[in-house]
């Protein structure tokens, strides 16, 4: 994942405060018994969300998003939700057309970013092509499947696989001149637990079952996963051996390993998964939920003080999906997850007052606009706007290749497409690679500045 590590600019006060006087008719105010009202909000967020989206315009590129390229598997995935939970397809082109176009060799490493994508940043468009798969997006004539996109994902992860150093585990980037390529961090691996889970219960082939375990095994014998107390931290380093931990709270580390478990209890209906479900929904409330709050509005550790960058302020929007699966696939935890996402959908869509057209905040529990504006606030009210909507009777679940996902399977999809080596890279024009090297540099050094200040403020 590449870090902006800039802020937007904040929130003019004065203009914030002449917006009190409109806020009543531009509020998103939902009444959370309401499926309709609920769809009119995430189509007002969705709508939104596309406003900084131009890649199906005439000359522009389809998915692209120069600079922040993971953050279009976000926008897709918000996309895909809010089709699957309130049927409205508006923007099913786009999405297709996007996440065709940023599909690369069939396993998402396009070659104008592939030189400085991270383990992360592929593996979240491995994850929307997933969900597409399995919420029965129709694939697309001569393209890739959806199944295979996620398979192809699959394939060059688990070829990254090392286990030359800490005994096994992805590290967060693929090249050594990435800033952070010494680091094996959660969201990685926890990332390729869950699409091993997924295709393990998608296409019932037990290899994907066998790497979830591996996976999963590895990340308990390291810092980053505890099995007892389901403590999830952020990250740790080969260059002491993954002895110590960088242990700052994020969600999306928790929702990770909570997602892939749900696939694997739904899958194998072990207990021990079950425990692991349960242990790590546990822990996601308690720590992301305050009880100042009520204990119903998700809160990420960087809102209070208002230091959430871009990629931070998407946590929360990949979570609220997860959960929504979750709750769907274990229905022993749908009366848990349900008023969570309640709480977070209405605070949510409060925060959508601002600018006299629903502009979305990053800070829901606060419960109006905090004067934050960007397409990441606008995706993740679609995405626990779309969600909530589990509390149709009719939604469906995330389905499978026996209960009516049809999506073409190809297990050697990526296998042709091996990592690109470094002197294979040098085929690159240098002109390109140094610019990315330094984008990258510049944007991980950021984030190890942010979470080292956040480890010792936190
Ligand atoms: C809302 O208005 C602001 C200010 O005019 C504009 O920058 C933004 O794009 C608008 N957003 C939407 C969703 O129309
Ligand atoms: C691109 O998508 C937007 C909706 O997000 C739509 O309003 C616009 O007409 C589309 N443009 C083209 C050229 O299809
Ligand atoms: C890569 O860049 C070229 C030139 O701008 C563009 O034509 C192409 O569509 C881009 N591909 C992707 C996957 O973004
Ligand atoms: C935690 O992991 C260890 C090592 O794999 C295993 O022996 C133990 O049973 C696990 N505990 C739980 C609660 O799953
Ligand atoms: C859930 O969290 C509560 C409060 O921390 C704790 O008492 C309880 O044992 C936990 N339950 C599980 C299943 O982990
Ligand atoms: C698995 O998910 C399905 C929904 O697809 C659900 O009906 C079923 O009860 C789940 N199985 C388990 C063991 O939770
Ligand atoms: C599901 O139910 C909602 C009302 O709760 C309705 O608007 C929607 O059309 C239904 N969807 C399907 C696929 O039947
Ligand atoms: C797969 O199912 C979808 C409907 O869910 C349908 O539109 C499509 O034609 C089917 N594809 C194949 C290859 O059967
Ligand atoms: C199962 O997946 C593995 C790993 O991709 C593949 O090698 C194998 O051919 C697959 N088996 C079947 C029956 O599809």
């Known amino acids: 994942m590449h870090i902006a590590s800039t802020h937007r600019p904040r929130a003019l006060a004065l203009f914030t405060a002449l917006l009190c006087l409109s806020v009543a008719v531009s509020a998103l105010d939902i009444d959370i018994t309401d499926v309709d009202s609920i769809k009119s909000a995430a189509s007002k967020t969705a709508y939104g969300s596309m406003t900084w989206y131009s890649g199906n315009e005439t000359g522009q590129i389809p998915g692209a998003f120069p600079d922040k390229w993971w953050e279009g598997a976000a926008l897709f995935t918000s996309l895909l939700l809010y089709w699957h939970y309130t049927g409205d397809s508006t923007y099913n082109p786009q999405v297709r057309q996007g996440m065709q176009h940023q599909a690369g060799n069939g396993d998402y490493m ?5 030189s400085w994508i991270g383990n992360d ?7 929307a092509a997933m969900t597409a798969a399995e919420i029965k997006l129709p694939d697309v004539d001569g393209g890739y499947s959806w199944l295979a996109l996620a398979q192809g994902v699959f394939n060059t992860q688990v070829d990254r696989w090392d286990t030359e150093n800490c005994g096994g585990g992805l590290r967060w980037q693929i090249y050594n001149y990435e800033a952070g390529y010494t680091m094996k961090n959660t969201i990685s691996n926890a990332g390729l637990f869950q699409l091993a889970a997924r295709l393990a219960r998608y296409t019932d082939n037990s290899t994907y079952a066998e790497w979830a375990n ?6 308990v014998s390291s810092p980053l996963l505890n099995n007892e107390t389901w403590n999830v ?4 380093n080969i260059e002491d051996s993954c002895s110590t931990q960088g242990n700052t709270q994020w969600t999306y580390n928790y929702g990770a390993f909570l997602m892939g478990a749900a696939y694997m209890y739904n899958y194998t209906e072990k207990a021990v998964w079950k425990t692991a479900v349960d242990g790590l929904l546990n822990a996601t409330i308690n720590g992301f939920f305050p009880t100042k709050y009520g204990g119903n509005i998700m809160q990420e550790i960087c809102e209070p003080s208002e230091a ?6 998407l946590f929360r929007g990949l979570v609220t999906g997860w959960l929504g699966f979750t709750a769907l696939i274990v229905p022993s935890t749908y009366d848990t997850i349900l008023p969570k996402l309640q709480g977070s959908a209405v605070a949510a869509a409060k925060s959508c007052s601002g600018m006299s057209n629903n502009t979305c905040g990053v800070q829901w529990y606060k419960s109006e606009w905090d004067g934050w504006v960007g397409m990441e606030e606008q995706i993740i009210a679609t995405d626990v706007l779309s969600s909530v909507l589990i509390m149709q009777d009719n939604v469906s679940a995330p389905v499978t290749s026996t209960t009516g996902g049809n999506s073409t399977s190809d297990p050697s999809a990526g296998t042709s497409d091996k990592t690109t080596s470094a002197a294979e890279l040098s085929e690159i024009t240098t002109g390109d690679r140094v610019g990315a090297v330094v984008v990258t540099v510049a944007f991980a050094g950021g984030w190890l500045a942010l979470m080292g200040w956040m480890v010792m403020g936190g």
Do not use: H, R
């Open 110 to 114: 396009p070659s104008n970013y592939s």
């Open 121 to 127: 940043d592929q593996m979240f468009w491995g994850l």
């Open 214 to 219: 591996k996976v999963w095994d590895w990340c």
């Open 233 to 236: 931290a952020d990250s740790t």
């Open 308 to 313: 959430c960058n871009n990629n931070e302020i």
